[in-house]
């Protein structure tokens, strides 16, 4: 058994009256049929009306009403997104390290950063009769992981989800990116360009606030035409560089929300034979492996993601035994390379 008087808790009893939605009740509500609603050739428009009957109706798969928690499996579920980024993988890497001697295995799924897939794999898991479950962000509605959690001991990774704070672990990001910007501007920089990663995730709006508050402390006015919209792909960074270059907009620095579109606007100022840092100081956010063996090392934000892991694996095992999770907030370090420098006058360029 779970010990479920000592999970994390949340007040609202209307969540354990069970709404019994499916497929056909979606493709009932948006008049899309059941057979499109699980096909992975969706178009656009279907799309947007089957994620809001989703969201709207609280969608989970029927398997987890069919869920019973008498038989352990001692195993734990892990719903990961993109399990090839180097940054889950150091999460999954922790989890598993947390779960060394503890007698329960891991299951991974890959939920993509996609609601649809992330409920497929969540059926998948519960099929498995898993005894607890670890989300790594993704986008689940918050209404649906407070009903996940009145089913069995879950850990939110990288979320904040009302009602159960205690179950959630996160790192400052705003912080994180208050930190980074602070230094270029401590170097003189005050036309610093950030890249956004998807505005739709809440570590991007986090740290798009985190550079907006740093510069507003320094008494820096923002300039719209310095806040690029990214997806935390190298294509990104090299059209936001490309784009304020084409258009005569000067900046000095460059602050990515990731290390691939840092990487990407590094391309593109070398295409243009623009010297970072001589010309153009850059940082990224992730410390991805690769980042030490640039040319020149990024400057980059470093995220203790195995030890997020890790502790999100214990916290789960002591709510596996009615104990509280205690989950911490972490907090990043700014890995400091050589892709940043003191600023400098511009050179025949749009820096500035």
């Known amino acids: 058994m779970h010990g479920s008087s000592d999970r994390c808790s949340e007040t609202d009893n209307g969540m354990k009256q069970e709404q ?30 089957i994620q809001a009957a989703i969201d709207e109706m609280e969608y989970l798969p029927n398997v987890l009403a069919q869920h019973r928690t008498g038989t352990a499996s001692h195993a734990i579920g892990v719903l990961t997104q993109y399990i090839d980024s180097a940054y889950f993988s150091a999460l999954t890497q922790g989890i598993l390290e947390g779960l060394k001697s503890s007698g329960y295995s891991m299951l991974v799924a890959n939920g993509m950063f996609d609601a649809i897939i992330e409920r497929e794999t969540i059926e998948n898991l519960f099929s498995r009769q898993i005894d607890g479950m670890i989300i790594l962000a993704g986008r689940l509605s918050n209404q649906t992981i407070l009903k996940l959690n009145n089913r069995l001991p879950l850990i939110v990774i990288g979320r904040r989800v009302p009602r159960i704070e205690t179950c959630c672990l996160w790192l400052d990001q ?11 501007i401590k170097l003189g920089h005050r036309r610093i360009l950030h890249i956004t990663g998807a505005i739709d995730h809440q570590d991007s709006i986090d740290r798009r606030d985190g550079y907006l508050q740093a510069l507003t402390d320094a008494g820096i006015s923002h300039d719209p035409d310095l806040l690029a919209e990214g997806d935390f792909e190298h294509e990104s960074g090299v059209k936001a560089v490309d784009f304020l270059l084409e258009q005569g907009i000067p900046f000095s620095a460059v602050f990515a929300a990731g290390d691939q579109m840092a990487t990407g606007a590094g391309i593109a100022l070398y295409r243009r034979g623009i010297s970072v ?65 003191p600023y400098r006058m511009p050179r025949n360029f749009a820096g500035g």
């Open 20 to 49: 019994q939605v499916t497929t056909q009740s979606i493709a009932k509500r948006t008049g899309v049929s059941s057979v499109l609603i699980n096909s992975t050739n969706v178009e656009a428009r279907n799309l947007e009306l």
């Open 174 to 184: 705003f912080d994180a990116a208050y930190n980074a910007t602070q230094y270029l």
């Open 277 to 341: 840092p001589d010309s153009i100081s850059i940082i990224g956010f992730d410390d991805h492996p690769y980042s030490a063996y640039m040319v020149p090392p990024l400057t980059t934000v470093r995220q203790p993601a195995f030890h997020m892991g890790k502790e999100a694996s214990s916290g789960l095992l002591r709510l596996m035994k009615g104990q509280n999770s205690d989950m911490q907030r972490f907090h990043a370090e700014l890995i400091i390379r050589e892709s940043v420098a």
